[in-house]
């Protein structure tokens, strides 16, 4: 596979943006290609390192190009891409971003002009194209979708990726069944072992403290407690025959049961 | 030539009984498409967690028939079958809004909010009298068991 390169260029006119040069934007983008290249390797136990260098820098523009892992760095950078087109349209986190790079990508984003002439111009070559065009908008979408302000209690179903218990830090990724996003979970030292035993089963739920942007999408839990969940795959007309219980309801029709199971009867 | 995406479908607890107690018949081949359909993937079923207390709260059977009761809670509970949709802040703030709207029952609004909260392609309900079948809400097209899937949907079948 080919390296792999992005090109970036800043139409945000410099005297309007002093603190912004192609060199400072460079580094905020490795780093974030750092965090994107580590999410993207979820079910690895191990994350490999893309190393990146700068292609060439002319003006407002410079590219940066992959010298290793292409193929973790093509992921890396199409999530990174397609990740900053979705924040310019919703206030919703990038699907496959966690936290981190949202809050990262925010104050990128917010460092940029305000209109469609002054912003900062993103794309990928490689086996897909893939272009963006991030503006301040973005930043305060990001800036929304990073701000957890409402908790509830409750559960997520869904697939552990990387279980990683480093001293303090004890975290796992979770993708939800439900949306399919990524959502962080922290969790006590108490949990850890389950955690890890759980990380081989298909589905778990996780059961906790949830934290949700304004838009609804819960990103973090904090961890209570974890159940692993059947993982057969059930064949749904064998396993409830038409009619296979009919006295289940007592010999009421499923109208008058429901309305009595619901205390309308 | 790429494997086509599931149709998202939501179900109701009336369809459920309906296909478990065998009542409303005149539903059992569209119900038995749906399942044909999820078993095939060609469907991926969704259901709000209200689906547990409405369709295994009665306990009328008397005695309950405990194999038969713990063959619905494994189906409901497994998420390769069914993914549920919890009734969270969400759901609960949608339900409000469509029970004002369309000036349905708490717990059916429930259902169609967490159909739509899960962006489903149609909620699918046996219910003709609280529903209006056909309708369009939020995106969600509400529709009768063995409606319309999709160009690769299966012709209507018997009840098995």
């Known amino acids: ?265 | 030539m790429a494997k086509a995406e599931p149709k998202k479908v939501a179900i109701d607890s009336g369809l459920l009984i309906a296909r478990i107690t065998g009542d409303r018949p005149e539903h059992a081949p569209g119900i038995a498409t749906l399942f044909h359909e999820a078993d095939s993937q060609k469907v991926k079923l969704f259901g709000s967690t209200l689906l547990f207390p409405e369709v295994l709260g009665g306990g009328y059977d008397d005695p309950v028939d405990p194999a038969k009761e713990n063959a619905i809670f494994r189906v409901l509970d497994n998420p390769s079958v069914i993914t549920m949709v919890q009734v969270t802040r969400q759901v609960a703030v949608l339900a409000r809004d469509l029970r004002r709207e369309l000036h349905l029952k708490t717990a059916d609004a429930t259902h169609l909010a967490s159909a739509v909260f899960a962006g489903v392609d149609m909620f699918m309900t046996i219910d003709e009298n609280d529903f209006t079948i056909g309708s369009t809400v939020r995106g969600v097209e509400i529709a009768l068991p063995g409606s319309a899937l999709g160009e690769d949907a299966l012709p209507l079948i018997g009840p098995g």
């Open chain 1, 1 to 265: 596979m080919e390296a792999v390169q992005i090109d970036y260029e800043l139409e945000t006119p410099l005297d309007q943006m002093p603190a912004l040069t192609p060199f400072e934007t460079g580094t905020d983008l490795l780093h974030l290609l750092a965090i994107t290249a580590d999410l993207e390797q979820f079910r690895d136990a191990k994350a490999r390192k893309v190393d990146w260098r700068v292609h060439s820098v002319s003006g407002t523009s410079a590219a940066l190009r992959s010298i290793s892992e292409p193929d973790v760095a093509s992921r890396a950078a199409l999530s990174l891409v397609r990740g900053f087109n979705e924040a310019e349209e919703t206030e919703q986190l990038p699907r496959g971003w966690n936290l981190r790079v949202g809050q990262r990508a925010a104050r990128v984003a917010s460092r940029l002009g305000d209109d469609d002439n002054t912003g900062l111009r993103l794309s990928v070559h490689g086996p897909d194209d893939v272009r963006a065009h991030v503006t301040r908008r973005a930043g305060r979408h990001l800036k929304s979708a990073t701000d957890l302000r409402i908790t509830s209690y409750g559960s997520v179903v869904g697939v552990l990726g990387r279980v990683t218990a480093k001293g303090k830090q004890r975290t796992a990724a979770l993708w939800s069944d439900l949306t399919g996003r990524r959502i962080d979970v922290r969790f006590g030292e108490q949990h850890v072992e389950e955690m890890r035993n759980a990380w081989a089963h298909s589905h778990v739920e996780v059961t906790g403290v949830l934290h949700e942007n304004v838009s609804g999408q819960v990103l973090r839990v904090n961890l209570d407690s974890l159940r692993v969940l059947d993982r057969e795959r059930v064949n749904l007309s064998e396993a409830l025959p038409h009619g296979f219980y009919p006295e289940m309801t007592g010999g009421l029709g499923a109208r008058e049961y429901l309305r009595l199971v619901r205390g309308e009867g």
